[in-house]
């Protein structure tokens, strides 16, 4: 399974993080990712979350 068929399963099921991405599908750059997710016709949507520390990331799920 490729890292895009991957992605599109996970992000499918629920909200990735950069963080959660790299360590379920060993992705380090996930904007990149769903942003050619984007091109390729899939609709990602995105929102921030804020991290216990008190950042914020975003967060990337593909809605139907």
Known sequence: MTMQQTLIKLLSRKWLTP????KDA??????????ELRRAGINVVDKWVKTDSGKR????????
């Open 26 to 35: 060993q992705c380090l750059s996930l904007s990149q990712r769903c942003g």
């Open 57 to 64: 990331v975003k967060s990337y799920r593909i809605v139907k």
């Open 19 to 22: 963080l959660s991405a790299l």
